[in-house]
């Protein structure tokens, strides 16, 4: 390797070709599909469908439409669908549908 090759830093590498790349579907570092660092669907650090730490769909930490801890559709602890303690469509205990 020539000094210039050894003195690439990470932006001189993301930017040879005229532009940084977007963030693609298996990398671990962006926002993408599969990686575990970002906002994406398959994380377990982010805001996506299945990880367990942020606000997504399966979660039980969150805000999300299963968990038992936030606010979603069948949980029973904060404002749903079909909790019993807040305020949702068919709950006994507050104003709803």
Do not use: F, H
Not at 3 to 18: F, K, P
Not at 19 to 24: D, H, N, R, V, Y
């Amino acid at each position: 390797m020539n000094e210039r090759d050894q003195s690439l830093t990470d932006e001189d590498i993301r930017t040879i070709g005229g532009k940084t790349p977007k963030a693609s579907t298996g990398d671990k570092d962006g926002v993408d599909s599969t990686d575990s660092d970002g906002v994406d669907t398959t994380d377990s650090d982010g805001v996506d469908t299945t990880d367990s730490d942020g606000v997504d769909s399966t979660d039980s930490d969150g805000v999300d439409t299963t968990d038992s801890d936030g606010v979603d559709t069948t949980d029973s602890d904060g404002v749903d669908t079909t909790d019993s303690d807040g305020v949702d469509t068919t709950d006994s205990d507050s104003r709803d549908s």
